[in-house]
């Protein structure tokens, strides 16, 4: 997605695939290669003059030594760590002064159970890289749950995360873009409803998130953007924590366009995949304004459609005013295979730009037309602290 962006700016991208067949491969340039392979990223590096990434899953040591070799990386390991391992994201927001929920690095069963008992029950455990779309998450409800997550403790890390489970109202996601020469540019906050641990709708900006907390959000972002160093777009997803501090708690860091910055595609005067492109090769960072009262995104799985293009006549039909967004993926069940994105001109179409987009991403998911789907409902904190 950041192909069409680029051409339109006159520049070349050129994309390393994990296979020939991967969706990248029909939008870019491109070479095979395995991501985890020094020889193939120093081989792919030479062919470019900055590398960046769309996932944070590249070994640290493999991005140090192309950095030592003169490869311009954005954002560059000193950064991207941050993102790849929890326990140092929030090391680094308690240096930042940022709040955090409580937490802790714990090695065994009897640290884990030692900070239930002393935080409360239940808690959040988490594997420190590797997790995503709830995956790497458990909720440890009693001390009998901690004596059975022994397994865990097996797996090839030093610490794992635990976390207080947060009283949050509602998941939000406040996103900048920061230049090598240190501009900036913030994008209103979003609402993030999610379901089984994966976005699901997005609604921007957050319908009634408070101006002081939203104010608060994006100064967080910023913050992080530049204590870490980050080069390119940063997403900081946040629980929405009213009556306390400044009404929100970070959750997770992303250095790279997100999910739920998707809506800006549409939604926004510069999108957040052109905006990671003017920013990782130090361009001037285009206008983040929205340009209607809200925009909706709503996320389509994989579902009963296999044949996803033979539903689009219909999507399309029934909701002209959706702009729908296929990623060539494969379908499997519960793979995020595109997303619908609807503007909501003024604040009084915010329904039926959700109606719009739900009825767009409910034909292409099953292939026929479907009922207006009920409109989606936040999903309970235990279980959207689980993404």
């Keep these: 997605m950041m192909a069409p962006p680029a051409t339109a700016l006159g520049i070349r991208l050129r994309v390393l695939a994990e296979g020939p ?136 890390f030093e610490a794992l995360l635990v976390e207080q489970m947060v009283p949050f109202t509602r998941e939000l996601s406040a996103q900048v873009a920061r230049t090598p020469s240190g501009q900036t540019a913030v994008y209103p906050v979003v609402e993030s409803l999610q379901t089984e641990g994966v976005c699901d709708l997005v609604t921007a900006p957050a319908p009634g998130l408070s101006p002081t907390t939203a104010s608060a959000a994006q100064q967080a972002a910023v913050t992080l953007a530049e204590g870490l160093g980050v080069t390119g777009m940063l997403a900081v997803e946040l629980f929405e924590t009213p009556g306390t501090g400044p009404g929100f708690m970070v959750n997770e860091l992303a250095m790279r366009p997100h999910n739920s910055g998707h809506w800006s595609m549409d939604g926004a005067v510069t999108g957040q995949f052109e905006q990671h492109v003017r920013a990782v090769l130090d361009l001037p960072l285009g206008s983040t304004d929205p340009v209607g009262a809200y925009t909706v995104m709503k996320n389509y799985l994989g579902g009963a459609n296999q044949d996803l293009y033979s539903a689009f006549p219909e999507a399309l039909r029934a909701h002209p005013e959706a702009k729908v967004h296929a990623y060539g993926k494969s379908v499997r069940p519960g793979r995020k295979i595109g997303h619908v994105n609807v503007v909501a001109p003024r604040p009084e179409d915010l329904d039926a730009a959700r109606a719009a987009a739900e009825g767009a991403a409910a034909i292409i998911r099953d292939g026929s037309s479907a009922t207006r789907p009920e409109p989606a409902q936040p999903a309970q904190p235990a279980q959207t602290q689980e993404s």
């Design 21 to 156: 067949d991967v969706s990248a491969v029909t939008a870019a340039d491109h070479e095979v290669g395995d991501y985890r392979d020094l020889a193939a990223l120093r081989a792919f590096a030479a062919t470019v003059d900055v590398v960046t990434f769309d996932h944070e899953h590249v070994p640290a040591e493999h991005l140090r030594t192309l950095q030592a070799e003169g490869v311009v990386l954005h954002p560059g390991p000193d950064a991207l760590q941050y993102a790849q391992d929890k326990l140092l994201m929030r090391q680094a927001c308690e240096r930042l002064g940022l709040p955090n929920p409580e937490w802790a690095a714990v090695s065994s069963v009897s640290e884990l159970t030692a900070f239930g008992e002393r935080i409360g029950w239940p808690v959040v455990l988490k594997t420190p890289r590797g997790g995503y779309d709830g995956k790497g998450v458990r909720v440890v409800r009693t001390p009998e749950q901690a004596a059975a997550c022994t397994d865990w403790f097996e797996l090839d």
